[in-house]
């Protein structure tokens, strides 16, 4: 397998693979939305609320939140050596929330949430979670843990995470007469004049539309778009819980995880 970063930033990792398979890619694909643990609030005691927002709105606002997260210090409820429902510091941080609109309307942002852990903290301070009018007060006590994407969405690491073949464009030079009309139409500016010949601008932009071989107007077509087999385009966007690269080396892990208890399984049907 080969592996080559096209972009990598906070948020976005950009990748081009090589020699795999379909399967395989969509199986990564599936863990890291579904599989890849992230924290998010779980529970949330009320303590106080005057707002117009009823209390599970307000949860629900809460629970939707992405905090970040640390994958190395908290284990997943269902793993935990406490046993317990309510959890103990391994596997449960508490955030609390006590605000008041004393001046006047405000909005309450999710800065204002106080994490007992200051590595659990919301990925963003300007995440409104409700508006108050004056003198309501909003009092409440949160609990958050590691969960996974296949039981909410709320704990699906990613906002994105998909992939795509890698294109191959074609311009058969004695079939096109260079009438642009390829050019104007692609949506993804893949193409371009070069003089007055049409030349592949940024390949990796192309999402195999076929628009540029539909718009070309010679019956045996100037261009040809097919796409590499077994070469992938992924790109995983994070909500910022966790930076991507971890979430890709957590999905692997996992993957890995599960060929062997799979591996085990048959072993034991075929005593
Ligand atoms: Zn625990």
């Known amino acids: 397998m080969k592996i080559e970063v096209l972009e990598k930033n906070e948020a976005n990792l950009r990748l081009t693979i090589r020699d795999v398979d379909v399967p395989s890619m969509n199986a990564l694909r599936r863990i890291a939305l579904a599989e890849v643990p992230s924290m998010a609030i779980d529970e949330v005691v009320m303590i106080e609320n005057s707002s117009i927002l009823q209390d599970e709105i307000i949860s629900h606002r809460l629970g939707l939140t992405p905090l970040k997260t640390d994958l190395d210090s908290y284990n997943l409820p269902e793993d935990c050596s406490c046993k317990s429902e309510f959890g103990c510091s391994l596997c449960r941080v508490t955030l609390t929330l006590d605000a008041e609109a004393k001046e006047g309307t405000r909005i309450v942002y999710s800065g204002e949430l106080v994490s007992e852990n200051p590595g659990i903290v919301p990925v963003s301070d300007r995440i409104p979670i409700i508006k108050m009018a004056k003198g309501q007060k909003l009092k409440l006590e949160a609990y958050a843990r590691l969960g996974k994407g296949k039981n909410h969405a709320k704990w699906q690491p990613v906002s994105m995470c998909a992939y795509k073949y ?84 957590e999905a692997t892990k996992i993957l890995d995880k599960q060929l062997k208890e799979f591996e085990e399984q048959v072993k034991v049907e075929e005593k």
Do not use: Y
């Open 166 to 249: 890698f294109p191959k464009i074609t311009v058969a030079s004695k079939i096109c007469e260079d009438c642009t009309k390829c050019v104007d139409i692609c949506p993804k500016k893949v193409l371009g004049m070069k003089g007055n010949k049409v030349e592949v601008r940024d390949l990796l932009a192309c999402n195999l539309c076929m628009d540029c071989v539909e718009a070309c107007p010679q019956e045996s077509k100037g261009i040809k778009v097919e796409w590499e087999k077994n070469a992938f385009i992924l790109n995983i966007e994070s909500t910022g819980v966790l930076p991507p690269e971890r979430i890709l080396r």
